[in-house]
């Protein structure tokens, strides 16, 4: 079985831009969460979707924002970037089983943006 | 806020020790623990799991020990190895179908 899939492996935008990174998760899977890894704040959650719900969010500006299609793949956007956006964004699937939140996490390799 | 943190942001150990990496958890309503290893250019993969119902879970050579009372996690590494070396974190699940993560140790295994 596939694992989870994240393109592109690589970014480089500028100031200002805007993005789109997308996640595929592993097959059956219908739970996708995305992070932010940055090396001074570890992994950050920044939301959770389900069945083309967004379930949980974490704490960051609107610029950031995330879709899940009926096919159970993911996208994440971020808007306006700034320099602080830089980070390794990664993108974790998991069963989703109904109600139960305690399920490990499939993670993809992630993508790496820099922004200049 | 609801925080999982850990003692030790490194920790350097020879071939064929045992390593023991510590984390602390603040919410003690999480019922949920999990352990991920990353190693460089990869995405953290699981390791093991622990429910808030028990006190110690085995795997092949990963031991993993809740103690709620203090609200502190441990992973132990029995007979390390080269590729035992990675960033470990601990992490944490509460419900809301969100899992937190703490900031994690990097292990380095001396050969």
């Known amino acids: 079985k596939a694992g989870v899939t994240q393109t592109p492996r690589y970014l480089i935008k500028t100031r200002g831009q805007q993005v789109t990174l997308s996640c595929s998760p592993i097959?059956?899977?219908?739970?996708v969460s995305w992070y932010q890894q940055t090396p001074g704040q570890g992994l950050q959650f920044l939301f959770e979707y389900f069945s083309e719900t967004q379930r949980n969010k974490g704490n960051f500006p609107g610029r950031f924002s995330g879709r899940q299609f009926s096919n159970s793949r993911s996208e994440m956007n971020v808007s306006t970037l700034e320099l602080g956006d830089s980070a390794l964004y990664l993108c974790a699937s998991s069963l989703g089983q109904g109600a139960a939140p305690n399920e490990k996490l499939f993670f993809g390799s992630g993508t790496q943006l820099s922004v200049l | 806020g609801e925080s999982v943190g850990l003692h030790l942001p490194t920790l350097s150990v020879q071939e064929g020790d045992n390593s023991i990496i510590n984390c602390a958890y603040s919410n003690s309503a999480s019922d949920y623990f999990i352990w991920y290893k990353q190693e460089s250019g990869k995405g953290p993969q699981f390791i093991i799991d622990i429910r808030s119902n028990m006190d110690k879970r085995q795997g092949q050579r990963v031991t993993v020990l809740l103690n709620k009372t203090v609200k502190h996690l441990s992973l132990q590494i029995a007979a390390t190895q080269p590729g035992d070396s990675a960033v470990y974190f601990c992490?944490?699940?509460?419900?809301?179908?969100?899992?937190?993560f703490g900031a994690g140790t990097r292990l380095f295994v001396k050969a």
């Open positions: 097959s059956g899977h219908r739970s």
């Open positions: 992490a944490e699940n509460g419900g809301g179908f969100k899992t937190i």
